[in-house]
């Protein structure tokens, strides 16, 4: 006979109950940092009103009146403020992208290299974090950003390799596809191509998992991108024009370039974090047990297999906590751009408080794009740090 089921209880709401007295400190905290930002924006504004300072976001429908040379969407000088502020928001996004793509690829191809058999190997990999971590992240932005203008010829001077590129202190000018339906339809191919190359690595790890055999996942992966992406330019009519570069009379004429700033920027950013990202990722590798990695050799696996299929995934687990700092680092480290002249969020905002004296305003769109940015990697690398976790049985 199972027992009555006990009457649900009733909260206490008086003094003597922990979660009354807990809600009541929060609603207080709260209330206190409200009215402490309250009052800093009504005497900031006040102040600014008593100076004659004229404050507020109208400034952003105005033209801007100045050009930015390295921009990824049309822009005139005379197009509004705003519009230069995604200039300065894509720019810093096209940094901090491939930077923490070429990051990962170096710095786990490092930290690996640290568990090398191979003592040249082992040396070089550790001679390189201890030299760029070292080094201060400005002091590298402005080295290698000299070694590119002072170390280059120039543009009547530059280096040709094949005809198609051009290297200069102008920049690296490379040939481009003209734009049309095929090259569309090859990028929607790719991504599929994307999918399906997921897909596969999900059946493989599968089968892996069933079986103990391992099925390829890096050339099939890539074999079903290129095979996507010339499914969609062949069904796009397999158009072949190119924009290829050549020597003009003073620069390097067609094609698309990319300017010794964004070099320099992507370089250092890329070199300095992956560093760090080294020492994460061999600190992760450290912490699998020895034991695992006899076991893999047990059962008859390669060096590469073991790292690839038994380490690396319960080092996962480890990596990506601090790897997602490194990330952080390396989008913020990005404002140091505006030393060398490239023009991201900081340098669009510097121009336009010299402009219009909308300091407060200027730096409020900085801290937004820079939290949100932060917040939106953050996100995303929990959720990866979740999927990665390693679930009991």
Not at 34 to 45: K, P
Not at 113 to 130: D, K, P, Q, T
Not at 214 to 232: E, N, T, W
Not at 279 to 292: D, T
């Amino acid at each position: 006979m199972t027992a009555p089921a006990s009457p649900p209880s009733k909260r206490d709401w008086s003094w003597r109950s922990r979660h009354v007295r807990g809600l009541i400190y929060q609603v207080i905290a709260l209330s206190l940092i409200g009215l402490a930002l309250w009052f800093l924006a009504h005497n900031t504004l006040e102040n600014m009103r008593v100076r004659g300072i004229q404050s507020g976001f109208d400034f952003l429908s105005s033209p801007a009146g100045f050009d930015i040379g390295e921009r990824m969407v049309p822009y005139e000088s005379n197009d509004p403020y705003w519009r230069a502020f995604l200039i300065g928001v894509l720019n810093t996004l096209r940094v901090a992208i491939l930077g923490i793509v070429l990051t990962t690829i170096l710095g786990t191809l490092l930290g690996i290299g640290r568990f090398s058999h191979n003592a040249l190997v082992r040396g070089l990999c550790y001679a390189y974090v201890e030299l760029f971590r070292n080094v201060p992240i400005l002091l590298q932005l402005l080295m290698w950003y000299l070694v590119l203008i002072e170390g280059l010829p120039t543009p009547g001077q530059q280096i040709s390799i094949f005809g198609l590129f051009y290297i200069s202190n102008g920049g690296l000018t490379y040939p481009v596809p003209v734009w049309g339906l095929g090259q569309g339809l090859a990028a929607v191919g790719a991504l599929v191509g994307v999918v399906l190359a997921y897909l596969w690595a999900q059946k493989a790890r599968q089968h892996f998992e069933q079986t103990g055999q391992p099925k390829p996942v890096l050339l099939p992966s890539i074999g079903l991108v290129i095979a996507g992406a010339l499914a969609g330019w062949l069904l796009g009519g397999a158009p072949s024009a190119w924009n290829i570069p050549a020597p003009g009379g003073f620069a390097i004429e067609g094609g698309s370039s990319l300017t010794p700033e964004f070099i320099a920027v992507t370089l250092g950013l890329t070199l300095y974090t992956a560093s760090y990202v080294a020492e994460v990722v061999r600190a992760g590798i450290a912490s699998v047990p020895r034991g695992q990695g006899e076991a893999a050799s047990a059962l008859g696996l390669s060096k590469g297999q073991q790292m690839r299929l038994v380490s690396l995934p319960q080092a996962l687990r480890v990596i990506i906590p601090p790897m997602t700092n490194q990330y952080l680092n390396l989008t913020k480290n990005s404002s140091l751009a505006v030393a060398i002249g490239y023009p991201d969020v900081v340098s669009i905002s510097n121009t336009a408080i010299n402009q219009t004296g909308r300091a407060v305003e200027c730096i409020s769109i900085i801290m937004l794009v820079y939290l949100t940015t932060s917040l939106g990697t953050s996100l995303l690398m929990n959720w990866y740090n979740k999927r990665s976790a390693i679930k009991e049985r």
